[in-house]
């Protein structure tokens, strides 16, 4: 596989706090990552790191291939969770004075600026104080500062904080749509929903050390407990196999029956079939595939799914 970012070995304390011991993982390029973990859990200082604004104590960053350096700031796209306009500003003129930190000149500025302003239907904000925007429109205006010069990684830190349905929505296609164009994404949220909907790839941290990485799919079948939800007419009382248990089972209408069943290690879907017609008229049969969330919880808390 490709990567973008590789992390070896980063170790990282603050006078008697450990933020981030061994840490090693891989961030394959052009993909939407999952950054997770609880408050605390050392996934800032890891971002901070990765974006140069603090030094690892010891361990080592590839970016490309190479050692990461300051050239590589400018092929970087940085939003924090902790907002960083200056409030006094007006829009444009402090969205030019961004890019060209970046490395754009100012006609190159303007015209991606153009777009961007006509995509997010922000034309009018041109002129605006920064300070008399809303937290939502603030977040469009630095989310446009962070991915105006077309960044090879781009990091966002709770990017739908304080935005309503319809801008988050907004977000999202443009999320997709920069990892589309070959950006790489690492999306760092306590919003499950959102990991769901985007990520491919899900990296978990916990008590400053990685516990979990992998593909989300993979991730999933890994923690998956051979448990399947079942609709029926008729009766199981006690009919099945001992080595399936019903683990639930209610009355969903007059009709049919919802169960839980769990299967014995190494049972296929068919062979739970075979055990129910024998018995019972299946009219849904679904496996449950835990949500990242459910895994999350568990591996986070200590308990089971």
Same mark, same amino acid.
């Given at each position: 596989?490709?990567y973008?970012?590789?992390v070896k070995?980063?170790?990282?304390?603050?006078a008697n706090? /450990?933020?981030?011991?061994e840490?090693s993982?891989? &961030?394959? $390029?052009?993909s939407?990552?999952?950054l997770?973990?609880?408050?605390? =859990?050392g *996934?800032?200082?890891l971002i901070r790191?990765?974006?140069? +604004?603090i030094?690892?104590?010891?361990?080592e960053?590839?970016f490309?291939?190479?050692?990461?350096?300051?050239?590589?700031?400018a /092929?970087?796209?940085? %939003?924090?969770e902790? $907002?960083?306009l200056y /409030?006094k500003?007006?829009?444009?003129?402090?969205?030019l004075y961004?890019?060209?930190l970046k490395g754009l000149?100012r006609k190159e500025?303007?015209?991606?600026l153009?777009i961007w !302003?006509e *995509? !997010?239907?922000? *034309?009018?904000?041109?002129?605006?104080?920064?300070?008399?925007?809303?937290?939502?429109m603030?977040?469009k205006?630095q989310? @446009?500062?962070?991915v105006l010069?077309?960044?090879e %990684?781009?990091? %966002?830190? #709770?990017? !739908?904080?304080?935005f309503?349905? @319809?801008? =988050?929505?907004l977000?999202?296609?443009? &999320?997709?749509?920069? /990892?589309?164009?070959?950006?790489? +994404?690492?999306f760092?949220t306590? $919003?499950?929903?959102?990991?769901e909907?985007l990520? #491919?790839y899900v +990296?978990?941290?916990?008590?400053?050390?990685?516990?979990?990485?992998?593909?989300?799919?993979?991730?999933?079948q890994?923690y998956?407990t051979?448990?399947?939800?079942?609709?029926?007419k008729?009766?199981?009382?006690g009919?099945?196999?001992?080595?399936?248990?019903?683990?639930?089972s209610?009355e969903i209408?007059?009709?049919? &029956?919802q169960?839980s +069943?769990q299967?014995?290690?190494? =049972?296929?879907p068919?062979d739970?079939?075979k #055990? %129910? &017609?024998?018995?019972v008229?299946?009219?849904?049969?679904?496996?449950?595939?835990?949500?990242? #969330?459910?895994? !999350?919880i568990?591996?986070?808390?200590g308990?089971?799914?």
């Amino acid at each position: 596989m490709d990567y973008i970012l590789e992390v070896k070995n980063i170790t990282k304390s603050y006078a008697n706090h /450990r933020a981030l011991h061994e840490v090693s993982l891989n &961030i394959p $390029r052009g993909s939407i990552v999952g950054l997770l973990g609880p408050n605390g =859990a050392g *996934k800032t200082s890891l971002i901070r790191i990765i974006t140069q +604004i603090i030094g690892q104590d010891s361990g080592e960053i590839l970016f490309n291939g190479e050692p990461l350096m300051p050239k590589h700031i400018a /092929r970087i796209g940085y %939003l924090p969770e902790e $907002r960083g306009l200056y /409030r006094k500003m007006k829009v444009g003129e402090q969205l030019l004075y961004l890019a060209q930190l970046k490395g754009l000149s100012r006609k190159e500025a303007l015209a991606k600026l153009k777009i961007w !302003f006509e *995509k !997010f239907d922000i *034309k009018t904000w041109w002129n605006k104080n920064v300070q008399d925007l809303s937290k939502g429109m603030a977040q469009k205006v630095q989310f @446009v500062a962070t991915v105006l010069h077309e960044p090879e %990684l781009i990091i %966002l830190d #709770e990017p !739908f904080s304080g935005f309503d349905p @319809v801008n =988050a929505s907004l977000i999202k296609d443009e &999320i997709l749509e920069l /990892r589309e164009k070959g950006s790489t +994404i690492i999306f760092s949220t306590h $919003r499950m929903e959102s990991v769901e909907e985007l990520c #491919e790839y899900v +990296i978990l941290i916990n008590k400053s050390e990685k516990i979990l990485d992998g593909l989300k799919r993979e991730i999933k079948q890994r923690y998956k407990t051979n448990t399947y939800t079942v609709d029926y007419k008729g009766h199981l009382n006690g009919q099945l196999s001992a080595d399936y248990s019903i683990l639930s089972s209610e009355e969903i209408d007059l009709n049919f &029956i919802q169960a839980s +069943i769990q299967t014995p290690q190494g =049972a296929s879907p068919n062979d739970l079939i075979k #055990e %129910l &017609i024998n018995h019972v008229e299946v009219h849904n049969f679904q496996e449950k595939i835990p949500s990242m #969330e459910e895994i !999350f919880i568990m591996l986070v808390s200590g308990n089971t799914i």
